[in-house]
């Protein structure tokens, strides 16, 4: 086994292990201090509304400080999040880092040197991220950055499971932090159905009102309720034969004459279905 | 090679080098790409997909969007002949698929939708594989030299495009970009199933309409399909730019009525 294959084991053992999405974005957050050449770790929501804020930490002072970015309302974090790719600040006291003046002072008396951001990517949408703290400065190692990148990647299980609690009327049945396999989980939702079942549901709830990534934690959510894997889910959405409403209800309806054949494949081809 | 397919070879590259040097969209361009494979190439149906950071394969583009074609490409995260081609940075070549015992899972895939014989080059950059683009053939048989020649320098067009800053082979920019392009095509999807379900259309006659929606206003084509998924640019408004022009994604803009800006306002 490479050295990679068994960094994405760990980090995945950490996450598949914890039992509760807080316990699992904590988890996380402790690997990636074993695993990866950093002192300190936290991962953030940053959702639309009011959902956002620390949710997982490898000690107090990373909480704290992932924590302070709120309040000052500025930070790596927040701009990783923004920007949708990694924010690097591997020297917090050279003179011409000034992107956050509050939070690198209140970082640089904590004895932090480096942070750098990671964005958590769900749908192409930034729905928070993870936080490596250094108390000396100087770049990531490629090493030790593609590491954060896995484990930035899989912070997405513990943040959609709290983004399902928090924001999205929670749907009946939802298992909270039991992926068995975090990677496959993840994998089985990076499909081309899956991505255009989502914005099925994005024009059933409408635009405006929900993101993509809202869109994806509820077809992931029925998926959960309903026992099937999401793929299937999001092929009954592509058929017509599922919908939902603006209220989240989900309805199963055959009988819409009108969007029969919509899928542009000619029944009687293809064999099997 | 004939004359007349010399041309078309040439007019291919040179229309996607433009496209690359104006900075059009990655989807935009690698769809262009894999049509044009299918096209020049004594094959059926062509498509490109692309590792993440993970090592985890992902369909970039594909020649048609047809359902049964693209779980061809996506069956191949667990085997295949382009995970083959990925891991190895090597062309792998399936003549005859109905005798192959190789890829169990994805032969019976291939052959449950007609196809019965398969290649993969790779697309590299320097020593790194960026991904693979893979041919089908509704009929067995070999690719010849010469069109496996013409295969790998596509693949070849669409690693440049992919990686267009690059700053060093192991440098995350370009892990980056990849994650960018990879990006671009969730967008797009999601907005051709918003697009499709709004207008009571397919998904693939969604694209036609975003394509030369974004055509016509000069906009990415990804740009254009966040707008879309965002709610900033109504589907209506892309899809009765439709009724006015059915399909084809002519150049040359209407101007006027329905362009992003007004309609974001």
Request: proline content about 4%; overall charge negative; hydrophobic content about 40%.
């Amino acid at each position: 086994m490479s050295s990679r294959e068994r960094l994405r084991g760990e980090l995945a053992a950490a996450v598949s292990g914890a039992g509760t999405a807080l316990r699992a974005a904590d988890a996380l957050c402790h690997a990636c201090v074993q695993l990866l050449d950093v002192d300190g770790a936290a991962i953030s929501l940053v959702h639309e509304g009011a959902t956002r804020g620390t949710f997982g930490s490898s000690n107090a002072l990373s909480r704290r400080l992932d924590a302070y970015q709120f309040t000052f309302g500025e930070g790596p974090c927040l701009d990783a999040v923004q920007q949708g790719r990694p924010v690097l600040a591997d020297d917090l006291t050279a003179a011409a880092e000034r992107r956050w003046p509050a939070f690198t002072a209140s970082a640089v008396d904590a004895g932090v040197r480096a942070v750098f951001a990671l964005p958590v990517v769900v749908a192409t949408e930034s729905i928070g991220a993870l936080d490596l703290f250094r108390h000396r400065s100087g770049p990531l190692p490629g090493e030790t950055m593609s590491g954060g990148l896995q484990a930035a990647d899989l912070a997405a299980l513990p943040l959609l499971d709290l983004i399902a609690q928090l924001g999205v009327r929670a749907e009946a049945g939802i298992v909270e932090g039991a992926e068995e396999d975090p990677w496959s989980e993840l994998e089985s939702l990076e499909r081309v159905e899956i991505y255009q079942a989502t914005g099925f549901l994005i024009a059933q709830l409408g635009p405006t009102a929900t993101s993509p990534s809202e869109a994806l934690v509820r077809l992931r959510a029925r998926a959960f309720s309903t026992g099937q894997t999401a793929a299937e889910v999001a092929q009954e959405v592509l058929e017509h034969r599922l919908r939902i409403d603006p209220d989240g209800s989900w309805h199963h309806d055959g009988d819409h004459p009108a969007h029969r054949n919509a899928d542009g494949d000619e029944p009687g081809r293809g064999g099997d279905s | 090679m004939t004359q007349e397919r010399e041309g078309e070879v040439t007019r291919s590259f040179v229309s996607l080098a433009t496209a690359l040097a104006l900075g059009a969209d990655i989807v935009e361009l690698l769809t262009r790409l894999t049509t044009d494979c299918a096209h020049l190439l004594d094959v059926a149906s062509a498509g490109l997909v692309l590792g993440d950071q993970r090592g985890v394969l992902h369909v970039m583009a594909a020649s048609s969007d047809h359902a049964r074609e693209l779980e061809l490409f996506q069956i191949q995260r667990l085997e295949g002949p382009c995970q083959d081609c990925y891991r190895s940075g090597a062309p792998v070549s399936a003549p005859d698929l109905s005798g192959s015992g190789r890829w169990p899972r994805f032969a019976r895939a291939a052959e449950r939708h007609g196809f019965s014989s398969v290649h993969a080059v790779p697309m590299r950059l320097r020593t790194r594989t960026l991904g693979a683009l893979g041919l089908f053939g509704t009929r067995p048989g070999r690719l010849n030299a010469e069109d496996l020649n013409l295969a790998q320098a596509l693949a070849d067009v669409a690693s440049v495009a992919l990686v267009q800053h690059d700053t060093g082979v192991d440098s995350p920019s370009v892990s980056l970009q990849l994650q960018t392009a990879l990006n671009a095509r969730v967008v797009v999807e999601q907005a051709k199933g918003l697009l499709a379900y709004s207008g009571r259309t397919s998904p693939q006659a969604a694209f036609q309409l975003l394509r030369s929606y974004a055509g016509e206003h000069q906009q990415q084509l990804s740009t254009v399909a966040g707008w879309v998924v965002h709610g900033d640019l109504p589907a209506r408004v892309v899809l009765e730019h439709a009724s006015a022009r059915p399909e084809r994604d002519d150049e040359g803009g209407s101007g006027g009525e329905g362009g992003p800006a007004a309609a974001r306002g």
